[in-house]
């Protein structure tokens, strides 16, 4: 097989279920890195919180409890709530769609991080995103991550909510056209549903990473978007179904970004979307929906194979865990680096046109050039390259490092 | 009790097979290659292509030995620089005299280099030792086995015709045609690997496809080599189906660790080797153009590759730049 990461399905995404039973616990991290400012807890120990109620704020985020309860500790690192309740908000009602200058306040009381995977606060998004003059919505439908069917499972059963937020964003941004990107494999299933609601359609291969907002901006306009520069800054406002849909809700039942939908998929049973509160263990999706788990034979994975993480039952859902994932442990994952050959198939790989090996090599060295600082600030960290390496060598682990040095270079 | 495992970082998918699959179907390709020729030509040749190819694995057993005191697992990739140099002498070439030039690719080309800094073509220096040392031997070929007419057609319909012949792909394949395409269909042996380019291109198409070869070099140097014969006033069609151009496109050029990574050097590089080939065939004192051009090229692929990093930085730059103003 040639050194393609495909990301076709077949069939129909099952419809999104509601975790039939609420954790006992849920555990909301404060980590400065996750929500890109520092988070202060509001309730200390023992106090008693309802579901909606704001139990941590920083400056670009807020956290929100997601079930009634008891705080059992208020970290730092994070906020554990014991559950003496359900997750219905008391007294959420409607609310009306904010003026355009409002938006960066109003995302800020949704709660509401980048539900796509990256988890970029939507404050700090829309502030920028405001004084520029944006034309188009483009909802990121393409879903190029192996195995995630989330954002379909949204788009064919939770359409309305979806589409409150969809209209909410484009009348009071005043943005005349939505595209909505899709990949070849979905658009027999989505298309119709997305072009009777005014949606033009932009449609994708299938394969890995043509989810990324970067290139279906490329698509748009023909030209891949400068590195360093935004897509709002060329008048392209993205944003993933996910968001659009916790923002739906938050305009239509009052309800602030506290459920995470994701894809549950495991070894002998058919892929499953559900809903968490945010915070829920794994352990507990585990062991609602019967999924053993051995962490010397099995890896559990949070947010897909290709971007996410290694984690343990015990990790808690955050708002931008789309996924979790038990898998065979394969024997290639757990290969040491071989010495690079010089294969040229991260070359391929890399949807950038960047030179990965070349980058690893001078991270390693530590040989610092003005190519490689552009070339590590255009990466996205996709993690194609080191997929298709034949010699196991973790490129995309590299180019975080990498990035992290550029940072402390800087200062 | 068993060992805590590492915690694994992403991704945690893998495409195409490991370095040793890689070789390992090079290898495979290389075998069935020695395999055709010896049912066509020669039976005892799979012999010698067996033992040899065990000989490099046994050198690079013993090299690591000595070095390390330890026992170690041959690459795959020691192998396919032995296979790939018997395929390209002479088949009936003396056995010590192959494996003087299996000695030399392995250990000196192979083992003992610093790869990183001396990207040189295991197989071709290997090779270019055999031709300076022992010039007769890798010049005594094989006679064809069939009696060929010579032949001229507009097409390979018109010879046909003018053969009252019915024409039947199948015998194509089994190699039944004669003209200018006998190079392309097995009647004239040479060295061992090019006495059927079809089959290189076949696996060509197979290596590719599987991902474990890069197209770039390959096309690259074809039309390198196509674009300078007819200059040179050179038959193009008689030296593309003349064996080693296919073969070299096929498992020469291909070779990652020799040629540059980067798309822009494979090309350059790939180029460069078949303008290079075209000229040595043409004005050289030696025939072996492909030694000489691939060699050429690989001293130039550390600073192809990095041309090409500081390049795409540059574009890079510029298109935020011009964004900007």
């Not at chain 1, 004084?131 to 190029?144: D, F, G, K, M, S």
């Not at chain 1, 790989?349 to 040989?367: E, N, T, V």
């Not at chain 2, 094989?142 to 507009?154: G, H, K, Q, R, T």
Request: proline share 7%.
């Amino acid at each position: 097989m040639r050194r393609i990461i495909q990301s076709k399905s077949a069939t129909p995404a099952a419809p999104p279920e509601y975790i039939p039973e609420l954790p006992h616990e849920v555990v909301l991290t404060l980590d400065p890195a996750v929500h890109r400012c520092v988070m202060t807890a509001l309730p200390g120990p023992g106090d008693a919180v309802t579901a909606g109620q704001v139990i941590a704020e920083g400056k670009v985020m807020r956290l929100h409890a997601p079930i009634e309860g008891m705080v059992t500790d208020a970290g730092p690192p994070s906020i554990r709530i014991q559950r003496t309740g359900a997750n219905e908000c008391p007294e959420s009602h409607a609310l009306p769609v904010p003026e355009k200058s409002a938006w960066p306040d109003f995302m800020k009381s949704a709660g509401l991080a980048g539900m796509g995977g990256g988890m970029f606060p939507y404050p700090s998004k829309m502030d920028a995103a405001i004084p520029l003059n944006i034309h188009t919505l483009v909802v990121n439908a393409v879903e190029c991550e192996p195995g995630i069917e989330i954002d379909e499972a949204i788009l064919m059963h939770h359409h309305d909510f979806f589409i409150r937020g969809v209209d909410a964003i484009t009348q009071s941004l005043n943005i005349q056209r939505k595209v909505a990107g899709l990949r070849k494999s979905n658009r027999a299933r989505l298309r119709e549903r997305l072009e009777v609601d005014g949606f033009d359609i932009v449609v994708m291969t299938d394969t890995y990473p043509e989810g990324a907002g970067k290139l279906i901006v490329r698509k748009l306009t023909g030209r891949m978007p400068p590195t360093g520069v935004r897509n709002s800054e060329l008048g392209y406002l993205v944003m993933n179904v996910s968001s659009l849909w916790a923002l739906g809700r938050r305009l239509a039942l009052g309800r602030p970004s506290m459920d995470r939908p994701l894809t549950l998929l495991a070894p002998d049973s058919p892929p499953r979307n559900i809903i968490v509160p945010v915070g829920t263990p794994a352990a507990h999706i585990l062991k609602v929906y019967d999924i053993p788990y051995d962490r010397n034979t099995q890896v559990l994975i949070a947010s897909g194979f290709m971007m996410g993480v290694e984690v343990d039952p015990s990790y808690a859902v955050l708002k931008g865990t789309n996924a979790l994932f038990v898998q065979p442990l394969r024997k290639r994952l757990l290969e040491e680096e071989a010495p690079c050959i010089l294969c040229g198939s991260c070359f391929d790989a890399c949807p950038l046109k960047l030179h990965p090996i070349g980058m690893a090599d001078r991270i390693k060295a530590r040989q610092f050039s003005a190519a490689l600082e552009i070339q590590l600030k255009t990466c996205f960290l996709c993690g194609a390259c080191a997929a298709v390496c034949p010699a196991n060598i973790p490129l995309a682990h590299y180019f975080r490092e990498g990035k992290q040095w550029l940072k402390n270079v800087a200062r | 009790m068993a060992e805590e495992r590492r915690t694994l970082v992403a991704p945690f998918l893998r495409k195409g097979t490991d370095t040793n699959g890689m070789m390992l179907g090079m290898l495979g390709c290389l075998t069935l290659t020695a395999a055709h020729f010896a049912w066509r030509y020669d039976t005892g040749f799979f012999l010698r292509y067996l033992s040899l190819s065990a000989a490099s694995l046994l050198i690079e057993v013993v090299y690591v030995i000595l070095r390390d005191g330890r026992l170690h697992w041959p690459r795959a990739s020691t192998a396919v620089t032995a296979a790939l140099l018997v395929l390209s002498v002479p088949a009936r070439m003396s056995w010590i005299q192959i494996f003087y030039g299996i000695l030399v690719a392995v250990l000196f080309a192979k083992c003992m280099t610093d790869r990183n800094a001396l990207r040189l073509n295991p197989m071709l220096v290997g090779r270019l030792f055999m031709m300076l040392l022992f010039t007769q031997g890798i010049q005594e070929w094989l006679n064809p086995s069939v009696e060929i007419d010579a032949f001229s057609s507009a097409t390979p319909l018109g010879l046909y015709l003018a053969e009252d012949t019915v024409y039947n792909p199948l015998s194509i394949l089994a190699g039944s045609i004669r003209g200018d395409w006998e190079g392309v269909y097995a009647l004239v042996p040479g060295a061992p690997g090019e006495v059927m380019p079809l089959l290189a291109l076949v696996f060509g198409f197979i290596l590719y496809f599987t991902g474990i070869i890069d197209w770039r070099p390959g096309i690259a140097f074809i039309l390198g080599f196509g674009l300078t014969c007819p200059i040179l006033g050179m038959p193009l069609f008689f030296h593309l189906t003349a064996g080693s151009i296919m073969f070299t496109a096929v498992y020469i050029v291909t070779d990652p660790r020799s040629m540059p990574g980067s798309k822009a050097g494979r090309l350059i590089a790939g180029f460069l080797a078949g303008v290079i080939n075209a000229v040595v065939r043409n004005h050289g004192y030696y025939p072996e153009g492909i030694v000489i051009a691939v060699l050429a090229v690989n001293l130039l692929s550390p600073t192809l590759d990095r041309l090409a990093f500081y390049f795409r930085g540059v574009l890079l730059q510029r298109a935020t730049r011009r964004f900007n103003q």
